[in-house]
């Protein structure tokens, strides 16, 4: 059966909704919205160059997707991303190579010189990306938490001069937060660095993006100042992950992070939430640490690979 490979019809709910299908079935520990993947491509930030590719059959069946750009926003020029879903009802029709193909071509013409990609850590999907030239790197785990079990650990007593407040109460200038999150995002581990200098672009990008929510996004302040928050994302049919936490350097070591992650995972599970995601790169003991405390479950890995365009 021949599959044709064409951008996501951003405008047509039913393609929409026929991506979010894709995506979920083939890798149901990330947590995204209709409205999120919509937005995602008609907010995209130009030097992104970003599109979301569906691989369709000639019967009209939507049985891939991927996820395709330029991390414009690295100090690292060249560095690109592909990520490429199929449903597993539609594996075997060549879905994946048409797929990785046509976002490569895009990448090289846009300038790109090195791709990455996450790859599930099962010898199926890593011979995949082997035999198209990727190499392995650094992973990453995938972790749930069943928030309609027995309960959550207790929220640890508030230290003096600490104070808990929902992202909503920063909506008349959230600039504080975009601080800390640039502070927090130059720490992550990872392939790519990313420099968050933009204010105006994390406002469309971060900020305004429809699955953030920002009344389980939790925020600790010390002495009236930012100092540790984790960004709740939601995608309205009961599932939350947390889209970042993280602490500013000069309030580390002090449990500031199990603290906002309690606050937002008892207010989602207030809210309705029954499944709680995260990822946890394998090389972060600290806070795979804090997510073993709350009961988190890893459920997958994923491997980071690149591959060098060109070669």
């Not at 890798?27 to 992104?48: D, R, W």
């Not at 369709?56 to 049985?63: E, I, K, L, M, S």
């Not at 992950?241 to 309690?262: I, P």
């Not at 939430?273 to 073993?292: K, Q, S």
Request: aromatic share 8%; proline share 6%.
């Amino acid at each position: 059966m021949t599959v044709v490979i064409r951008d996501l019809r951003a405008a047509d709910p039913a393609d929409v909704q026929s991506v979010v299908r894709v995506r979920r079935a083939a890798l149901p520990y990330l947590v995204f919205s209709p409205a999120g993947v919509a937005f995602e491509l008609t907010s995209a930030h130009p030097a992104k160059r970003y599109r979301v590719l569906v691989a369709q059959t000639a019967d009209g069946r939507v049985v891939g997707t991927a996820q395709v750009g330029i991390a414009y926003d690295s100090p690292v020029p060249g560095q690109a991303f592909v990520n490429a879903y199929v449903d597993p009802a539609g594996r075997g029709l060549g879905a994946g190579g048409a797929l990785v193909a046509e976002a490569e071509a895009h990448l090289a013409g846009a300038g790109a010189t090195e791709v990455f990609a996450w790859v599930l850590d099962e010898p199926e999907y890593r011979a995949f990306a082997e035999r198209r030239g990727y190499r392995a790197g650094r992973s990453a785990h995938f972790l749930r938490l069943d928030l309609t079990g027995a309960g959550l650990p207790s929220r640890p007593p508030l230290p003096a001069g600490v104070e808990l407040r929902p992202g909503s109460a920063f909506a008349a200038d959230p600039r504080p937060l975009f601080v800390a999150d640039a502070e927090v995002t130059a720490d992550e581990p990872g392939d790519v660095e990313a420099s968050l200098d933009d204010y105006d672009d994390w406002l469309r990008h971060t900020w305004h993006h429809p699955d953030l929510d920002k009344e389980l996004t939790t925020v600790a302040l010390v002495d009236g100042e930012v100092a540790a928050f984790t960004a709740a994302l939601t995608d309205g049919a009961g599932r939350y992950t947390s889209g970042m936490t993280g602490t500013l350097r000069a309030f580390r070591g002090r449990g500031l992070a199990k603290l906002v992650k309690t606050a937002s995972l008892d207010r989602a599970r207030a809210a309705g939430c029954r499944e709680a995601f995260t990822g946890n790169d394998t090389g972060n003991a600290p806070m795979l640490a804090v997510n073993t405390w709350f009961g988190y479950e890893i459920c997958a890995t994923e491997v980071r690979y690149t591959k060098k365009l060109g070669e």
